[in-house]
């Protein structure tokens, strides 16, 4: 998903419980259905679907019935809690690189290209440089904080999405 700006909910350990207490896990299967709950500011379910595993969903329709659900709501809202945050960085990238695709995608839905500027190594010798100075290397994708240089697109995604987690 290359990292998204919303909070998802883990149902790791033990596995499936939360999927369960919703009827949504396929225990002959040991896997959890595809399904979306929508649940309000107050904790209430206001909505559940599932396609079954190999089904997809229309995130349009979902967005709207989110909308919806929204406009509708009359409780009192809380602001979403702070961020740590990024105060600056350089994303260096290469061109036709999956995982660089992958962190620019991560970039992008956490809202992050007001922080973080991205450089293309394929089309920016002088980057290239800057890059190898940083991280010691010529690879790519790479995120440089600071003194701190990050290679691995998992590894920069996580950074990034911890970074914008609640505190």
């Known amino acids: 998903m290359g990292g998204i700006s919303f909070p998802l909910l883990a149902d790791f350990h033990p596995k499936g419980a939360m999927a369960d207490s919703f009827g949504l896990y396929l225990a002959d299967n040991g896997i959890t259905d595809r399904a979306t709950v929508i649940i309000d500011a107050e904790g209430v379910i206001k909505h559940i679907s599932a396609v079954g595993p190999p089904g997809s969903r229309d995130i349009e329709a979902i967005v709207a019935l989110c909308e919806k659900i929204d406009s ?96």
């Open 72 to 167: 509708e709501y009359t409780g009192a809202k809380s602001a979403p809690a702070a961020a740590a945050g990024i105060d600056s960085g350089t994303l260096y990238v290469k061109s036709g690189c999956g995982a660089s695709r992958a962190a620019m995608l991560a970039l992008e839905n956490l809202h992050l290209g007001d922080t973080i500027t991205i450089k293309n190594v394929s089309d920016d010798a002088s980057a290239m440089g800057e890059m190898k100075a940083a991280a010691g290397n010529e690879q790519a994708p790479t995120l440089v904080c600071g003194d701190k240089a990050i290679q691995e697109s998992a590894d920069i995604v996580a950074h990034m999405a911890a970074c914008t987690a609640p505190v």
